[in-house]
């Protein structure tokens, strides 16, 4: 008889299997997608800047024209204080009046607008306390302003006859320069100056002819504006860009190209008169 044939491995003993760690539990699923945090209120802003010249642009002035507020609607017995009180938290305020209603000055654009947004509609005594920008008794608008022309060079402009507390170049919507502007100046007689001397000459802040047209100021709120870092820096910018303010001079190329039609000489020689006069009657008061 043949003997069985032996299966492989059957002479080795069976080994003990090592023990398996136990599973790794893993947490639950996270989706990658987290809801943003919501957006700072303006309180949540204020407590963040403990130090409240933060909210100041480099270089703004404190407590001018721009920052100041009228408040209406205000209850009958209101005091000084108490109105005080209404804007402590923004920080310290300038000049204060309160008779029915109120005027105050807040360090910065910024601090004004947050301190609108926060009272204006809300109820004090059974009234609603109504708070806007008041309006600028030395500010002058500015028109035909180049699409290169930033709220910075504005500023640099004019500071070249009186100083100047802000310059704002507005936009659109769509954030495009809408050739308008307003130049705000520190007192009525420095207001003058500057609209005598763009009113009597031809000024110009870019290289093509474009000169400016100063006019008395419709007050407008909360517009959009045009800082320099937003300006569009291709090559028609850099082009405008060449040629340093100045005054154009009687007998020269530029003042020949300007006195065949354009749009400034047809303003001049309609309204420019007009403007003049009355301008002067406002800001004279």
């Known amino acids: 008889k043949v003997a069985p044939r032996p299966q492989p491995h059957q002479h080795l003993q069976q ?64 005091t000084e204080d108490e109105f005080k009180r209404l804007f402590a938290k923004y920080g310290e305020t300038g000049e204060v009046f309160v008779k029915g209603f109120g005027f105050t000055k807040l360090e910065s654009r910024a601090l004004a607008e947050i301190a609108k947004a926060e009272i204006d509609d809300t109820p004090m005594r059974g009234r609603q306390l109504g708070l806007c920008f008041a309006t600028h008794a030395a500010a002058l608008s500015t028109g035909n302003l180049s699409p290169h022309v930033s709220q910075e060079l504005l500023e640099e402009a004019f500071s070249q006859f009186v100083p100047i507390e802000r310059a704002v170049v507005i936009v659109d919507d769509h954030g495009r320069p809408t050739e308008k502007g307003t130049v705000e100046s520190a007192s009525k007689p420095a207001a003058r100056k500057a609209f005598e001397s763009c009113s009597e000459g031809v000024f110009l802040l870019t290289t093509i002819p474009r000169p400016v047209i100063v006019e008395p100021l ?35 190329f530029e003042m020949n190209i300007l006195s065949n039609g354009s749009p400034w000489m047809k303003w001049r020689n309609s309204k420019g008169s007009k403007l003049k006069r009355t301008c002067k009657g406002q800001i004279g008061k």
Not at 43 to 63: D, F, H, V, Y
Not at 222 to 246: I, W
């Open 15 to 78: 080994q003990p299997q090592p023990e398996q760690p136990p599973a790794l539990q893993l947490p639950p699923h996270q989706p990658q997608y987290q809801q943003p945090p919501p957006p700072p209120t303006a309180q949540g802003l204020i407590q963040a800047c403990s130090n409240l010249s933060l909210l100041r642009r480099p270089g703004e002035k404190t407590c001018t024209q721009s920052c100041q507020l009228f408040v209406g609607n205000l209850p009958a017995d209101i």
């Open 218 to 252: 419709e007050q407008l709120d909360d517009e959009d504006v045009l800082p320099e870092k937003l300006a569009q820096k291709n090559l028609v910018y850099q082009k405008e860009r060449e040629t340093p303010l100045h005054f154009v001079q009687h007998g020269t």
